[in-house]
């Protein structure tokens, strides 16, 4: 349907026009009226109308003027008039602004018919040919861009070595590159030290906001991490002042860490060198927890891990020989020298990682010793690889070696860590200092670590344990109808009723008082039954 004004300052025609025509039937819509040129001005600039039927004679503002008004703001507008014999000399007038036709009075319906029937023909061509432009159009760019992408990646691969042939690709897409700047990688970490695809198109376009233009060109590289390629003029200073605005942006908006690591360009054909050690100075977030900007030019490396030894045989021996055995403190003992070091070859730990599982498995199958894989080999090193923080590659081989050792032992008993997590929840669920944190300080393990490894084991968040153990306990003094709610919220630990109140309901489904009166009602009617 195409939206249609119609005006005349007789109202009798007015209404005739709009209400007795069949304005559906010939394809369009009456979407307002006036009766005089100011209003129908101010319909036009609120609903922006596909055509303007307009009479001619009208006071204040004719339709002359109202269609020249039209033409000059909304070109699009087509404008059909209907006038007498008389007004002849105005529809030449009006044909100064592309009219596209008019009716004479009296009129009939005939006359709208024919009119308002080549129109829409003539509308829907134009819809047509337009609709096919923006569609070619989308295709276009989406296709160009997907091209450019490839590109980059063809760059930071070092596929493109010559800085002529560079150029001259570059020009294809009218582009102009640099020929010195930065390369950018980013990367992200997520709470409780789990690691996952953190929505890369939100970053992705984020990176865009920042680095566009002459500021530099954006894309995910192969490794499928967003890369940034910006130009020498942006400056340190700037470069370093639009990553931190990334950064709290990204964080305010969807709750992501983002870690960088920064690479000086000497030209682009070096790019591929560029990019690699963008990426060896981003991976540095796995042993730096703490921060999240890495320059290689200001990375010392620390080579001594190279030489760090597997504890295999105190893992094995806690793992199959003694299952008392704290094989957990070995391993946490081995992670510990990687900690606060800057390490150039970082795929060294999951090498170690990878030697550790597989000499378990073998050590497993020699003695014919039945444990449980939950994942293939190669799974396991895709996984490892995909984790970027030493915390959570931690929990992650933890948590695989459990497994292990739970079905070697043919039994679903578990790890000493999560077995002490949860004895403090027992024992200390009253106190108001019970949390996250109380249980780290507990244990000497690291938050991240600790939600990691129980996670891992058992599925389950350690906050959400809390409150549920908690609420459990609050359920059987509250039906049992004996304490105030405020005595009962301050034994589980809860210094505000109002909080535990709402956490209540939220647990239950019910408020502590109709949680009570509902127990109360059915030990009645279990007493009379």
């Given at each position: 349907m195409y939206r249609l004004i119609i005006v005349d300052d007789e109202w009798e025609a007015l209404k005739g026009m709009r209400d007795t025509l069949p304005w559906e039937q010939w394809g369009f819509e009456v979407a307002g009226a006036a009766s005089s040129g100011e209003?129908?001005?101010?319909?036009?600039?609120?609903?922006?109308?596909?055509?303007?039927?307009?009479?001619?004679?009208?006071?204040?503002?004719?339709?002359?003027?109202?269609?020249?008004?039209?033409?000059?703001?909304?070109?699009?507008?087509?404008?059909?008039?209907?006038s007498g014999y008389s007004d002849i000399e105005y529809y030449r007038k009006a044909l100064e602004y592309?009219?596209?036709?008019?009716?004479?009075?009296?009129?009939?319906?005939?006359?709208?018919?024919?009119?308002?029937?080549?129109?829409?023909?003539?509308?829907?061509?134009?819809?047509?040919?337009?609709?096919?432009?923006?569609?070619?159009?989308?295709?276009?760019?989406?296709?160009?861009?997907?091209?450019?992408?490839?590109?980059?990646?063809?760059?930071?691969?070092?596929?493109?070595?010559?800085?002529?042939?560079?150029?001259?690709?570059?020009?294809?897409?009218?582009?102009?590159?640099?020929?010195?700047?930065?390369v950018v990688e980013i990367g992200w970490r997520v709470e409780d030290g789990e690691e996952e695809d953190a929505g890369r198109t939100e970053i992705r376009r984020c990176a865009q906001k920042y680095f566009r233009g002459n500021d530099g060109f954006v894309f995910v590289n192969k490794k499928q991490l967003v890369t940034v390629i910006s130009p020498e003029v942006v400056g340190e200073a700037q470069l370093e002042r639009k990553i931190r605005e990334m950064l709290r942006e990204a964080w305010a908006e969807w709750g992501i860490g983002l870690c960088f690591g920064i690479s000086s360009l000497v030209?682009?054909?070096?790019m591929a060198e560029g990019l690699k050690e963008a990426d060896i100075a981003l991976h540095q977030m796995i042993f730096m927890e703490t921060e999240q900007i890495f320059s290689y030019q200001d990375l010392i490396f620390d080579e001594d891990c190279v030489v760090v030894q597997l504890p295999v045989e105190p893992v094995i021996n806690g793992v199959f020989l003694n299952g008392e055995a704290d094989w957990e403190r070995e391993l946490e003992r081995f992670f510990s020298h990687f900690k606060g070091k800057y390490i150039y070859d970082y795929n060294h730990l999951d090498f170690l990682c990878i030697q550790m599982y597989l000499e378990l498995l073998r050590y497993a199958d020699k003695r014919e010793i039945v444990v449980l894989e939950t994942c293939s080999r190669a799974e396991f090193a895709e996984?490892?690889?995909?984790?970027?923080?030493?915390?959570?590659?931690?929990?992650?081989?933890?948590?695989?070696?459990?497994q292990m050792a739970h079905s070697a032992m043919g039994t679903e008993v578990k790890s000493r860590l999560v077995r002490d997590i949860e004895h403090i929840i027992k024992e200390d669920y009253s106190s108001a200092n019970m949390s996250l944190n109380y249980i780290?300080?507990?244990?000497?393990?690291?938050?991240?670590?600790?939600?990691?490894?129980?996670?891992?084991?058992?599925?389950?968040?350690?906050?959400?344990?809390?409150?549920?153990?908690?609420?459990?306990?609050?359920?059987?003094?509250?039906?049992?109808?004996?304490?105030?709610?405020?005595?009962?919220?301050?034994?589980?630990?809860?210094?505000?009723?109002?909080?535990?109140a709402k956490l209540f309901k939220r647990y239950t489904g019910l408020s502590p008082a109709s949680y009570r009166e509902t127990v109360a009602r059915q030990k009645e009617e279990k007493l009379y039954d």
């Amino acid at each position: 349907m195409y939206r249609l004004i119609i005006v005349d300052d007789e109202w009798e025609a007015l209404k005739g026009m709009r209400d007795t025509l069949p304005w559906e039937q010939w394809g369009f819509e009456v979407a307002g009226a006036a009766s005089s040129g100011e209003e129908a001005w101010s319909l036009i600039e609120t609903i922006i109308p596909d055509v303007l039927l307009t009479d001619i004679r009208m006071d204040e503002m004719s339709g002359i003027q109202l269609i020249d008004r039209v033409h000059q703001k909304y070109p699009e507008i087509r404008s059909v008039i209907i006038s007498g014999y008389s007004d002849i000399e105005y529809y030449r007038k009006a044909l100064e602004y592309k009219v596209f036709d008019y009716i004479l009075k009296p009129s009939r319906e005939e006359d709208f018919s024919k009119i308002f029937g080549n129109l829409r023909t003539i509308l829907d061509q134009e819809r047509s040919k337009e609709e096919r432009y923006h569609y070619f159009k989308e295709h276009w760019n989406k296709s160009r861009e997907a091209l450019l992408e490839s590109f980059f990646c063809d760059l930071s691969e070092g596929i493109y070595r010559e800085i002529g042939e560079i150029s001259e690709k570059a020009s294809e897409f009218g582009i102009l590159l640099p020929l010195k700047g930065y390369v950018v990688e980013i990367g992200w970490r997520v709470e409780d030290g789990e690691e996952e695809d953190a929505g890369r198109t939100e970053i992705r376009r984020c990176a865009q906001k920042y680095f566009r233009g002459n500021d530099g060109f954006v894309f995910v590289n192969k490794k499928q991490l967003v890369t940034v390629i910006s130009p020498e003029v942006v400056g340190e200073a700037q470069l370093e002042r639009k990553i931190r605005e990334m950064l709290r942006e990204a964080w305010a908006e969807w709750g992501i860490g983002l870690c960088f690591g920064i690479s000086s360009l000497v030209g682009m054909k070096e790019m591929a060198e560029g990019l690699k050690e963008a990426d060896i100075a981003l991976h540095q977030m796995i042993f730096m927890e703490t921060e999240q900007i890495f320059s290689y030019q200001d990375l010392i490396f620390d080579e001594d891990c190279v030489v760090v030894q597997l504890p295999v045989e105190p893992v094995i021996n806690g793992v199959f020989l003694n299952g008392e055995a704290d094989w957990e403190r070995e391993l946490e003992r081995f992670f510990s020298h990687f900690k606060g070091k800057y390490i150039y070859d970082y795929n060294h730990l999951d090498f170690l990682c990878i030697q550790m599982y597989l000499e378990l498995l073998r050590y497993a199958d020699k003695r014919e010793i039945v444990v449980l894989e939950t994942c293939s080999r190669a799974e396991f090193a895709e996984e490892l690889a995909n984790i970027y923080s030493l915390s959570g590659k931690q929990a992650f081989l933890t948590a695989k070696i459990s497994q292990m050792a739970h079905s070697a032992m043919g039994t679903e008993v578990k790890s000493r860590l999560v077995r002490d997590i949860e004895h403090i929840i027992k024992e200390d669920y009253s106190s108001a200092n019970m949390s996250l944190n109380y249980i780290a300080d507990k244990t000497g393990r690291t938050v991240n670590y600790l939600s990691a490894v129980y996670k891992n084991e058992t599925g389950k968040n350690i906050n959400d344990e809390i409150v549920r153990y908690r609420m459990e306990k609050a359920k059987r003094l509250v039906g049992d109808g004996q304490m105030k709610m405020y005595r009962i919220a301050e034994s589980i630990g809860y210094t505000d009723s109002s909080y535990f109140a709402k956490l209540f309901k939220r647990y239950t489904g019910l408020s502590p008082a109709s949680y009570r009166e509902t127990v109360a009602r059915q030990k009645e009617e279990k007493l009379y039954d």
